[in-house]
């Protein structure tokens, strides 16, 4: 599977953007999907998880209540909504796919997008 993340851009604190990581090759139905982030310097890190019907979500403490991750089947396609976004979420974010139910680790992914670049600014 291909996975090809968009939506990233440069906002002020407080404001929102919807990621989107659309999935090409195959279908994506079976599989968890994920997105990660990375800052500089800093290790991938894990952000939320939706499983493969879309009922059961997983979020990093850092972002519960802010982002809300989803998912449309019929469009082959998982998105990351991100509210009141602060300057601590600026990162590479990265999406990717998985076979196993919930994954919460990198190691645990199989296909992975390019990523998309989110700045914010204070």
């Known amino acids: 599977v291909q996975l090809q993340a968009s939506g990233g851009g440069s906002v002020q604190a407080g404001e929102s953007l919807r990621l989107s990581c659309k999935a090409s090759?195959?279908?994506?139905?079976?599989?968890?999907a994920g997105w990660f982030r990375q800052a500089p310097g800093k290790e991938r890190e894990f952000v939320a998880v939706v499983n493969y019907r879309g009922d059961t979500t997983e979020y990093a403490d850092s972002v519960k209540g802010r982002f809300t991750i989803s998912r449309d089947n019929t469009k082959n396609t998982f998105y990351l909504q991100m509210n009141d976004l602060k300057t601590e979420d600026t990162a590479v974010y990265y999406c990717?796919?998985?076979?196993?139910?919930?994954?919460?680790?990198?190691?645990?992914?199989?296909?992975w997008g390019q990523g998309t670049q989110v700045t914010v600014s204070s």
């Open positions: 990717a796919t998985a076979t196993r139910l919930m994954p919460d680790r990198a190691s645990q992914y199989n296909a």
């Open positions: 090759q195959r279908s994506i139905n079976s599989f968890a």
